[in-house]
């Protein structure tokens, strides 16, 4: 009798440093409270919460991974990659990530005037409250509209005004490329993931970002993608493993914001992954430490 397969990983999840509900302290308890032992902590475009998860981690028992979630455009399509055991303390990695955060809210800005011409005026300080010291995002705007009243959720402020064509929409004056993101991920000692391809429709491209430029996995196991989805990247793994002759990693996780986030929602620790892939990507950033 074949034995269950033990998942008590996820590498895929974001903190009140980003657009997360809970702080890394906070999170961090969470997946102890759920039984998970192994987690990375990926917020968008910046690594603020990593140090709090990684202490609060050592007192709880659990492995927290250093991670990031960079916001990335292919081809005007917008992309996001995970960087799995990046280097938080790198001084050039950091002023790179000061500099994506002033782009962040010169946007901001922007979105609020466009907010004004429609006669909703929205209070620049109040979205940098809700971001707290995190980095700040459109999920921020959201909320700031929910607690105005003019919609009722998060996912109908998109629908209607932050969404891509949308009245409000603001394209990033300056997006990090896919490329851009694996290099950085590798200059500072991480691994290079593509995070939930479900979304892009991209699966030609996402060999040539193994073979041509070295991104390390793919994000197999996400929350949103379907048995289906699951079967094509894994044999999109495979295919990578036999033009390059390497292992790809499989990552995966349940992108876990707050209870109430996403069109589906779940609550963290329904989404995991598999701790035979986990021990892969842990096994791998050891041995890259070691030849550092």
Not at 116 to 143: M, T
Request: net charge negative; proline share 3%; hydrophobic share 35%.
């Amino acid at each position: 009798m074949m034995q269950p397969e033990i998942a008590t990983s996820d590498f895929h999840m974001h903190s009140t440093a980003s657009d997360g509900g809970y702080s890394p302290a906070e999170l961090v308890e969470k997946c102890h409270n759920v039984g998970l032992t192994q987690i990375a902590l990926t917020d968008h475009d910046t690594v603020d919460g990593v140090a709090e998860a990684i202490q609060q981690g050592e007192k709880l028992g659990i492995a927290v991974v250093p991670g990031i979630e960079f916001s990335c455009v292919y081809n005007k399509k917008s992309v996001h990659m995970l960087g799995l055991g990046v280097d938080v303390n790198h001084t050039s990695f950091q002023e790179m990530l000061r500099h994506q955060r002033e782009l962040r809210e010169k946007r901001m800005n922007v979105i609020t005037q466009k907010f004004a011409a429609l006669g909703i005026n929205i209070k620049p300080g109040d979205v940098l409250q809700e971001a707290g010291s995190g980095s700040i995002g459109r999920p921020h705007i959201a909320k700031v509209l929910v607690k105005y009243g003019v919609v009722q959720t998060v996912a109908e402020a998109f629908d209607s005004y932050l969404a891509e064509g949308k009245p409000c929409y603001v394209e990033k004056e300056r997006e990090m490329t896919v490329k851009e993101a694996i290099d950085w991920t590798h200059e500072v000692g991480g691994l290079s993931i593509v995070a939930h391809p479900g979304y892009y429709g991209l699966n030609h491209e996402i060999i040539h970002w193994i073979t041509d430029w070295g991104m390390d996995g793919i994000e197999v196991y996400h929350r949103d993608h379907d048995a289906h989805d699951k079967t094509t990247f894994e044999d999109l793994c495979r295919e990578a493993e036999q033009l390059t002759g390497k292992v790809i990693m499989r990552s995966g996780g349940s992108d876990f914001h707050h209870e109430t986030y996403g069109r589906k929602q779940e609550p963290l620790g329904h989404t995991r992954l598999s701790n035979h892939y986990a021990n892969q990507i842990m096994t791998e950033l050891s041995h890259r430490n070691q030849q550092a």
